[in-house]
């Protein structure tokens, strides 16, 4: 069974023109609310590719937002999650421009609950029948850190996105399975351990970091420079990129995490699980919204091919 550990949001999205300067006040050209949350994104995702039920660790506020949201997750089947009494639901601000590239203010509402007693109550209910565990950076620092022990400790798949990056332990990083920044995050925790950091040599700039890290597999997601990534043998590839029609990049690095875990659970050939992760997340980005925006298995298996 694949796990998520991690936020549930309301997204609330407005389509502007350009990015909103310092002092300027813009009128935006429309206002979108989508289901959100890098957690849920990826508990969602994986529901949809594969199929099957989730079981995701959460916390949503008592609100009309956290009512639209666990609905929501009842349509995918996914559980395990939390209703937080007296909370507001998480949610985000996005800025959308017209070349579908994005601007995130979290507000983190219910999140900051998921805490140790939580996490401990979901893997009494759920710890044995899990296979991967998907985890993110958007719950507190020091439950990502528990979580990741606890997973650890029951011998289970981890698959770590460092989002937001800025909290990010570089010594929590050891032996995780498979850890896949952005190219920006990258560039952050490159100077967090004063490596150096170029794109013209990013093989050099990624084997050092796998080496401090004691990371398994280092996969850095480039956008539409596809996929770079160095495996448990220190072998270097790439995935190259699928050419798409950008509307709107949100959300896209969750899917391709939900993706990979649902691919490599079924595979465990990370090649196959990147190149079908890669594709999911491209179809994504072709479309509004975060999780409005995840393909069908089938949609993904036919660009595949």
């Known amino acids: ?7 549930s949001n309301m997204d609330i999205v407005f389509n502007v023109e350009h990015f909103t300067l310092p002092g300027e006040t813009q009128k935006a050209l429309s206002l979108d609310f989508y289901f959100g949350g890098k957690g849920a994104n990826q508990a969602v995702a994986a529901a949809k590719l594969s199929e099957k039920p989730v079981c995701f660790c959460s916390c949503i506020g008592d609100d009309e937002y956290g009512n639209q949201i666990s609905q929501n997750f009842k349509k995918y089947r996914i559980e395990g999650y939390y209703v937080q009494k007296n909370e507001k639901t998480g949610r985000a601000y996005i800025e959308v421009d017209k070349n579908g590239e994005n601007r995130i203010i979290i507000f983190s509402g219910a999140n900051d609950k998921v805490d140790k007693e939580k996490i401990d109550k979901f893997f009494d209910e759920y710890g044995d029948e899990i296979d991967i565990c998907l985890l993110q950076n958007e719950i507190p620092l020091q439950s990502v850190e528990y979580a990741i022990s606890k997973l650890k400790e029951k011998g289970i798949t981890i698959i770590y996105d460092p989002a937001p990056v800025g909290s990010t332990k570089i010594k929590s990083l050891k032996d995780i399975d498979f850890l896949t920044p952005n190219d920006k995050e990258f560039m952050f925790l490159c100077e967090k351990e004063k490596i150096d950091f170029k794109e013209s040599n990013l093989d050099k700039s990624m084997l050092a970091f796998k080496r401090i890290s004691k990371v398994k597999n280092l996969i850095v997601k480039m956008g539409d420079k596809g ?9 270097l590839e790439k995935i190259e990129p699928l050419k798409v029609n ?13 993706a990979l875990a649902v691919a ?9 699980s990147l190149n079908f992760a890669n594709t999911a997340a491209a179809i994504s980005v072709e479309r509004k919204g975060a999780q409005s925006s995840i393909p069908k298995r089938e949609e993904v298996l036919k660009r595949l091919s």
């Open 264 to 272: 490599f659970s079924e595979t465990n050939d990370l090649q196959k």
């Open 1 to 7: 069974m694949i796990a998520v550990i991690g936020s």
């Open 227 to 235: 996929v770079i990534y160095i495996d448990e043998e220190e072998n």
């Open 246 to 258: 950008p509307v709107d990049s949100t959300g896209a690095g969750d899917i391709f995490n939900g």
